[in-house]
């Protein structure tokens, strides 16, 4: 990237209102201040959007904000960024001919400024949420809504098309355009993503398991009181029922009661994998762009008259790499930590299972020794065995998916 780059050339391009196409394959970067002051930036930031070197430097990046672009997502772009944290976001830019393009931009704070890595989005998502920033953006111009309760709107909508977090999103966005992007440009995915993405998959059909492990309990909570109806027919023949009745409401209560504690709330063992995953999964993707970057410099060193400044950005680059992939293999340790804590706790779950298979023992054997009189009986013994059964299929599931989750954070540690 040159300083002064009067010698640049800009790309052919027409006047007008359509989007201005560029390769898949290119990468921008730019640096500002602390103000969001624009100090630096490469030959493919300046090229695609149409404006010298000597009209970019020194002006606010807002200079490339396009109007359609609600002023929600850079509420919410900015508030993250002064928070200290890492930050992305579809984008439409706006070029100085009038034109646009998108981006998926990844920014972050460094010392004295803030820094941000894009690629060009194509993904089903990007469509949604460019249809979504059109709503939002109607919103604002129409009804007058604030930037902050855009923000506010933008997160609801999410959380309708699933992300249950603003950092949710941030980690699928940007795993699904990077796959993407490989595919587009004919590159093997890298291996850590490929496992990032491996694991996100696995915790949602283990959500998928204990969900339907939720329907089972719900399906067979009848049973007990098809016993306990069933024992007051047989009067004082019926004590036994009554009593196993209850013992098998009591396990089917605690048996619910696992797999609340394991899915609900943030502390709990699924939230904390699922978040935890995501949060290396975004940071090993970031690292990965920060680290292509950082080998795209040699155009803009050919043409600058003082390498200094880019040397250091492309320092800067791979410095804030290696930290992101740090801190991804701190976040492994955490799933690690509960991938551990789930294996034990479904020796609880198993331990449940056992204490039904004791109950349906029982429910036989009283079966037989009613005679004529047990054929209710051994319907009830029927639904306790469909269900106990599709229960341990499911806990089987949950075990091997662990197994998967624990087997790729091993892999991942190892290399990041």
């Known amino acids: 990237m040159s300083q002064h780059d009067s010698q640049l050339i800009s790309q052919t391009r027409n006047s007008g209102m359509g989007e201005v196409p560029f390769e898949d394959a290119s990468m921008f970067y730019s640096r500002t201040d602390e ?40 509420h919410l772009f900015w508030e993250r960024l002064k928070a200290g944290k890492q930050v992305s976001a579809y984008v439409k830019n706006r070029t100085k001919d009038g034109r646009f393009y998108w981006v998926l931009a990844v920014a972050w704070p460094i010392p004295g400024g803030y ?7 194509h993904t089903e998502l990007f469509h949604k949420v460019r249809d979504l920033y059109a709503e939002l953006r109607k919103s604002e111009l ?78 067979i909570r009848t049973v007990p009181m098809n016993m306990r109806i069933l024992a007051s027919r047989l009067e004082n023949a019926g004590g036994p029922i009554s009593a196993i009745s209850v013992n098998y409401g009591s396990m089917l209560d605690e048996m619910a009661s696992w797999v609340k504690d394991f899915v609900e709330g943030k502390d709990s063992t699924y939230v904390r994998m699922k978040e935890t995953i995501e949060r ?45 992939r740090k801190l991804a293999g701190e976040a492994l340790k955490v799933v690690e930590a509960e991938a551990t804590r789930l294996g034990r706790s479904v020796l609880d779950m198993k331990r449940y299972v056992t204490g039904l298979s004791s109950t349906r023992m029982m429910c036989k054997i009283e079966s037989a020794a009613l005679n004529g009189s047990g054929d209710s009986l051994s319907g009830i013994v029927d639904q306790l065995d469909a269900g106990q059964d599709e229960i341990e299929e499911r806990l089987a599931r949950i075990v091997e998916l662990n197994t998967i989750i624990q087997s790729n954070t091993a892999m991942l540690r190892a290399v990041t």
């Open 35 to 74: 103000r969001g002051i624009i100090l630096e930036g490469n030959s493919v930031f300046r090229r695609i959007s149409g404006f010298r070197w000597e009209e970019l430097k020194g002006a606010p990046h807002k200079l490339v904000r396009h109007a359609d672009m609600p002023k929600g997502v850079f």
């Open 115 to 121: 820094i941000s890595v894009r690629v060009k989005p």
């Open 142 to 219: 129409d009804d007058g809504t604030s930037a902050a309760r855009s923000a506010e709107k933008l997160l609801e909508a999410l959380n309708d098309m699933g992300f249950e977090s603003y950092d949710a999103f941030m980690s699928a966005a940007l795993s699904l355009e990077l796959e993407d992007r490989a595919k587009r440009i004919g590159v093997t995915l890298d291996s850590r993503q490929q496992r990032f993405l491996t694991m996100v998959r696995t915790i949602a059909q283990i959500k998928h398991e204990t969900d339907e492990m939720t329907e089972i309990i719900k399906a």
């Open 280 to 324: 290396g999964q975004f940071l090993v993707g970031a690292a990965i762009m920060q680290g292509e970057m950082s080998t795209l410099f040699e155009e803009d060193l050919r043409g600058a008259p003082d390498v200094t400044r880019l040397n250091e950005d492309r320092e800067t680059l791979r410095t804030e790499a290696a930290s992101f």
